[in-house]
């Protein structure tokens, strides 16, 4: 098949993918951003920690959970216009959010930004699926490890932005939000062309609803991405208050541990699927998972230099599956590519939150070294979910 004279023939078209994946890091460079500035938005706007919660509950909604609603538009007709809409939108949201002066004009442009990231993640795996070839995982952890980097870099960039200028500096994330907009809408044509013509084929008419076949697997999946979630958002949430609240250390000794886990999860989902297109995406899941026990384990046990390898390994093996699980996902129901990513991707993710809570409700009953703990069942939990799913496309690459 050929639009545009661009081959859609099987090959992974590496150039697509970099705009898609450049787009993903830019969405999602401000859901990394808007944790970090919070505490400023307290101290100037003088909230209290439950409205400052209800920020990052607004956005978390917004931004994530809702992602299968906008996949569920996006399988019915293309929308494409929403690849350049998206990361612009999120950027102009998070961006105005540094002139504004009240909590009540501060909410409704967090919603806007997280509508922004929501409306771009379904139609971007939806099409990133497109250009991925034969090898499916690699292709699209190709697309994926630009939203990996933008969740790590978003912190430190909207830190500097805010330590250099003050909250105003925040109204500089537009620019990027600019630019790749401008890079979209100037390859919208083209990045669309397999995803108009796979409709056209399908036709308008209305889709058959999902089989027990399809929902059970897909249901798996979701508690396996949510579970898988918890552990990533429940690491993240609570080192600092482990290494900084408990222990009474440095606070950049606990920030360096963060972006030392985030940024070798990035580099675990780049390393992971080649392998997982090579032994297989269900088995490499599984592996992934029982892997991550040991690890996070050994975390629970180690000090010093020693600390941040043990680390780094455990979140490059257990973000390693990410891209993975969508895929899985959009083979298990091929006619619904948008509302698969939405699903994964969205509501999964979206749902950590409840875990971190969880979390919290633990570590005010028994401490937060408990709660760190109580982390490592989850992976035991998610390994044994994923033997139950059933998923015949073992291999995708020969």
């Known amino acids: 098949m050929s639009n545009g004279g661009l081959d859609l023939s099987g090959k992974m078209n590496w150039k697509a993918l970099a705009i ?20 400023y938005f307290k101290e100037s706007l003088g909230l209290s920690y439950t409205m400052a919660g209800t920020i990052f509950l607004f956005s978390n909604v917004t931004s994530s959970v809702i992602q299968p609603a906008f996949g569920y538009l996006s399988d019915r007709r293309p929308f494409g216009w929403l690849l350049p809409v998206g990361p612009f939108v999120a950027c102009a949201g998070m961006a105005i959010t540094g002139l504004l002066s009240s909590y009540s004009a501060l909410l409704p442009c967090v919603i806007v930004f997280g509508l922004g990231v929501a409306s771009f993640h379904p139609e971007g795996f939806k099409t990133a699926h497109f250009f ?11 697309f994926q490890v630009g939203g990996n980097l933008g969740l790590a870099l978003g912190p430190v960039f909207a830190l500097l932005l805010v330590t250099a200028f003050g909250l105003k500096g925040i109204l ?105 297109d090579r032994w297989g995406h269900k088995k490499f899941l599984s592996v992934t998972l029982i892997m991550t026990f040991p690890f996070l384990f050994f975390f629970t046990r180690t000090q010093g230099p020693l600390l941040f ?41 979206g749902t950590g939150g409840i875990g971190v809570t969880l979390l919290g409700i633990i570590a005010d009953s028994w401490g937060v070294p408990i709660a760190i703990k109580a982390i490592l069942v989850l992976p035991l939990a998610a390994f044994g979910l994923s033997l139950l799913v059933p998923y015949s496309p073992a291999k995708t690459a020969q």
Do not use: C
């Open 20 to 39: 898609l994946s450049l787009a993903h890091l830019i969405t999602d460079l401000n859901q990394g951003a808007l944790p970090a500035v919070l505490p």
């Open 172 to 276: 500089a994330l537009a620019v990027p939000g600019m630019v790749i907009a401008a890079i979209l809408l100037f390859s919208l044509s083209w990045l669309t062309a397999p995803v108009r013509v796979t409709f056209v084929q399908k036709g308008e008419g209305p889709r058959p609803p999902l089989t027990p076949k399809e929902i059970f697997p897909l249901f798996l999946l979701v508690l396996i991405v949510t579970l898988r979630t918890w552990i990533q958002m429940g690491l993240v949430s609570y080192i600092p208050f482990y290494y900084i609240t408990y222990l009474n250390g440095d606070p950049i000794y606990a920030g360096k541990l963060v972006s030392v886990f985030l940024l070798a999860g990035a580099f675990g989902t780049l390393v992971g699927s080649p392998l997982a």
């Open 132 to 142: 991925t070839g034969e090898k499916k995982a690699t292709g699209m952890s190709f």
């Open 309 to 349: 390898l043990v680390l780094a390994a455990a979140g490059m093996i257990l973000v390693a599956s990410f891209s993975v699980t969508v895929v899985m996902a959009q083979a298990i129901v091929p006619g619904r590519l948008g509302i698969a990513s939405g699903l994964m991707v969205g509501f999964g993710v």
